[in-house]
């Protein structure tokens, strides 16, 4: 695994229409903030947040699995950071949460994606009922094949609560830094949230600005540009989401440009 810090060419070549995701790089955005990549997988696979705290390690969402939980704490190891204190859920969608058993850490969410996890742990999960909601609904054959590569057992498998769950805005108070958890909604899913690390200068954006989901998304784009744009502070340098590079406020805004002319 790469510890890689962002320098000015990174941040040049990060305007991409596409945001390329580089294969397993534990990129540093700021003293004790990192991004750790998702691996090149046809699997959906977010990206992780990680912020170092004098309170301990918050986790920027949990992953799809036990195989990405796995990773996360290989990365958490590498770098010599405590275990996970508390995970961030950016939104409900499976591959942001599957993950969450694995760790023995309380989850923080906003109150939509609480709502929508509670349904989620109602209904009984296993590649029957799996296979079954495929044949009533073909538009998730892709995301539910997914889930069945990933959870292998499904018997011991759980859907996480959020035990600490806000409606608009939650400040999280560290001796070192302040974390501020924001609503924001979007077309991708209208639980999003965004984190906010001013003392670092980063945003942990989810996939708040992206386009809904394939199997709701009619129009066959990725990014919601104008949404994009309404997130940008003066405050904030670096914009980390969920399935791509950072980008610095320089790179965004030049993507706004490009695309909003």
Avoid at 49 to 67: E, F
Avoid at 164 to 177: A, G, M, Q, T
Wanted: hydrophobic fraction near 35%.
């Amino acid at each position: 695994m790469i510890i890689k810090r962002l320098t000015a060419n990174d941040q040049k070549n990060q305007e991409d229409d596409k945001m390329p995701v580089e294969r397993d790089l534990l990129q540093e955005l700021a003293e004790n903030t990192y991004l750790l990549q998702a691996s090149d997988s046809e699997v959906p696979e977010p990206n992780i947040g990680i912020i170092i705290t004098g309170g301990g390690t918050i986790l920027v969402d949990a992953g799809n699995g036990p195989d990405q939980a796995e990773y996360i704490k290989q990365a958490l190891a590498e770098i010599e950071a405590p275990p996970a204190k508390y995970l961030i859920f950016t939104h409900h969608h499976w591959d942001h949460v599957f993950g969450a058993q694995e760790f023995e850490a309380p989850a923080i969410a906003g109150e939509r994606c609480y709502q929508y996890l509670k349904t989620y742990s109602q209904e009984t999960w296993n590649e029957e009922n799996l296979k079954e909601s495929i044949r009533k609904n073909p538009k998730y054959k892709k995301t539910h094949e997914d889930q069945m590569q990933v959870i292998e057992n499904w018997d011991s498998f759980e859907i996480i609560l959020p035990e600490i769950v806000f409606e608009e805005k939650l400040l999280l108070h560290f001796p070192d830094r302040e974390l501020v958890l924001q609503q924001v909604g979007g077309q991708h899913s209208e639980d999003s949230i965004v984190v906010k690390d001013y003392q670092a200068g980063v945003m942990f954006l989810g996939d708040s600005f992206y386009a809904p989901p394939e199997y709701r998304n009619t129009s066959g784009s990725k990014i919601n540009w104008s949404f994009l744009q309404e997130l940008l502070e003066d405050e904030i340098e670096l914009y980390a989401h969920s399935h791509g590079n950072s980008l610095s406020r320089r790179a965004v805004k030049r993507l706004l440009e490009r695309h909003l002319d």
